[in-house]
């Protein structure tokens, strides 16, 4: 039948076209980009932190995408310079976020690169921005009588501290606050060229 054809035609174009504009032509924009000199890589625990924001699902509530300025005023906010696609050289999956009940992440480390402050926050956001609506991540740590050798123990503020224990952080909490530290790009969105020799 005639209208078959011109249907299976159809979509078959429309699957080309799509192809070619969201697969194709990106794939040869950006298959060139190399890391930047201020990116480094993530570390193991770092990595696992990582994995920790996929899993609790951060990403539901804060992007890791400052927009230029015609978009958003995101730079005034002081979340950073437009992003750029070698900034995500090393994240795979891409973290960028779609909703923004939070701030933007991509630049926290630099804003915030306090480990007692992140492992705080993480554990109750409200002893640190009173009415946050940030959900509290208690079950990332453990509340005991006495720390043992080579824990990590929260410093709280008084109203917020277990009345005669001390709250210690797991270590998938301290491995999400090192990635959360890690969120740094802040350098020059393009490399200075290499100095030429006359
Ligand atoms: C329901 C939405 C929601 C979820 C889920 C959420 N956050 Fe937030 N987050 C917020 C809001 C709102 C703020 C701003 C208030 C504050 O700082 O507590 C915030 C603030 C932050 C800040 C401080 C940002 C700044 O600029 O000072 C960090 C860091 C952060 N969140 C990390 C996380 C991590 C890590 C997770 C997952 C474990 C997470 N958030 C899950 C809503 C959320």
């Known amino acids: 039948m005639k209208s078959e054809k011109v249907l299976i035609g159809g979509a078959l174009v429309m699957i080309g076209v ?12 950006l298959k060139d980009v190399k890391p930047p000199k201020g990116l480094k890589p993530y570390t193991t625990s770092q990595l696992r932190g990582r994995e920790e924001y996929i899993r609790q699902g951060c990403v539901y509530c804060h992007s890791q995408q400052p927009r230029d300025r015609r978009q958003a005023p995101d730079g005034e906010r002081g979340w950073g310079r437009p992003s750029v696609a070698a900034d995500y050289y090393y994240d795979k999956p891409h973290l960028l976020g779609t909703m923004r009940t939070g701030p933007d992440l991509l630049n926290i480390g630099a804003r915030q690169p306090s480990l007692d402050w992140h492992l705080g926050h993480l554990y109750q956001p409200r002893a640190y921005v009173p009415g946050s609506i940030m959900p509290p991540y208690g079950f990332l740590f453990d509340v005991k009588e006495k720390a043992d050798a080579g824990e990590r123990v929260l410093s709280l503020p008084p109203d917020f501290a277990p009345p005669g224990k001390v709250v210690v952080a797991q270590p998938r909490a301290l491995d999400l606050a090192n990635y959360l530290i890690a969120l740094d790009r802040t350098y020059p969105a393009i490399d200075a060229p290499a100095e030429t020799k006359r």
């Open 18 to 29: 799509a192809g070619t504009l969201l697969v194709a032509i990106p794939y040869v924009q």
